[in-house]
């Protein structure tokens, strides 16, 4: 098929932070690729978006590497090429270390670092065929924790880090850059039978020295930023989106 636009796929792209930089890239006329390992998820998100452009739905473990070939084959036969990758899946299990078991462990490091890791290795060749870019989504985790965190906390530092040695291999073909997150509000982007009109106090914006939570357009606008051509200079750099808090410092 020949390339017509520019294509992005997003890992992760059912729900939350994946879904609203879907419809974010839709509405900036790029055909987007939902990679989700939740079905459910992943068609509920194209029939939701499709109205915006084209989107497609591909069923993908980003830890298994013969799922991400497919995606990218796939991805490729469909749209005729990459030009951005969004590494956004993943998951977290949150329990004390001497509770959380190795296979637990090892299935937050698969998923959220491993398949960074596979995704970008399988979507480079094409990426720099198009000059493109690679967004890692890493989180304020990566430079500070809530307690019974280690697994999710270490994929985010490994994130981190992945981002500027990708940055330094794959450059100056394609550009690759990391934006942590910090609270960010999706009960209303999540799949229907858990979605859910979030309740924030007054506490929970107030304590942001921005004055307010989150949402989903923070980390799709930088995102957008980031991609843009007009910002080739920026590569290997990580962008912390949380409203100032971990800048703020809090005594008991």
């Keep these: 098929m020949k390339k017509s636009k520019k294509t992005a796929i997003i890992t992760g792209g059912g729900q939350g932070i994946g879904k609203g930089t879907a419809k974010r890239l839709l509405m900036e006329n790029y055909n987007v690729v939902i990679a989700e390992i939740d079905k459910e998820a992943g068609q509920e998100t194209v029939d939701e978006l499709k109205i915006f452009g084209d989107i497609k739905f591909i069923c993908c473990d980003v830890s298994k590497e013969e799922d991400v070939k497919n995606l990218v084959s796939q991805t490729v036969n469909i749209f005729g090429g990459i030009d951005v990758l969004i590494n956004n899946a993943a998951i977290s299990i949150n329990k004390p270390i001497t509770e959380l078991s190795l296979e637990e462990w090892n299935r937050v490091i698969s998923i959220n670092l491993t398949g960074a890791f596979l995704c970008s290795k399988y979507c480079a060749p094409y990426l720099k065929q198009t000059k493109g870019s690679i967004i890692n989504i890493a989180s304020t985790r990566a430079f500070m924790s809530e307690k019974d965190t280690e697994a999710y906390s270490a994929s985010k530092g490994g994130i981190f880090a992945l981002t ?89």
């Design 164 to 252: 500027h040695a990708l940055a330094v291999s794959l450059g100056p073909d394609v550009r690759v850059n990391c934006i942590s997150p910090g609270w960010i509000e999706v009960s209303e982007l999540k799949k229907q039978g858990i979605r859910k009109t979030p309740i924030l106090s007054e506490m929970d914006n107030k304590q942001h020295p921005a004055g307010r939570v989150g949402n989903v357009d923070d980390v799709a606008s930088m995102i957008l930023f980031l991609i843009d051509e007009r910002n080739s200079f920026i590569t290997g750099a990580n962008f912390i989106v949380d409203g100032g808090m971990t800048r703020k410092m809090i005594y008991v």
